[in-house]
């Protein structure tokens, strides 16, 4: 594949990209619009046609690594794994 080449697909996939975040700022605004009347109607689940709208609270425990860490340090050492993972990146 050319440099020419390249260049055309980095390119065209910023394009995509800044398509797909508009796309999702746009979906967020619905969300947030949804959200609002489903609060001004003080519910958490509304039907709207063939759809169940459901905005409940939901609560999960989880593992405070930072804390942890701080009051147990070697326990904390004894028990980390190094991962390795390729990041993909255009400058």
Do not use: C, H, N
């Not at 398509?19 to 509304?46: H, V």
């Not at 050492?77 to 990041?87: C, F, G, H, L, M």
Request: charge should be negative; proline fraction near 1%; hydrophobic fraction near 40%.
């Amino acid at each position: 594949m050319s440099t020419i080449e390249i260049t055309s697909k980095i390119e065209a996939l910023k394009e995509l990209e800044a398509l797909i975040e508009e796309a999702k700022a746009e979906a967020e605004t619905l969300r947030d619009e949804i959200k609002a009347e489903m609060l001004s109607r003080d519910t958490e689940e509304l039907e709207a046609g063939q759809y169940i709208i459901r905005w409940t609270s939901v609560l999960s425990q989880r593992f405070d690594s930072t804390a942890f860490k701080k009051v147990m340090p070697d326990v904390y050492k004894a028990y980390i794994k190094q991962v390795s993972s390729k990041r993909f990146s255009i400058a």
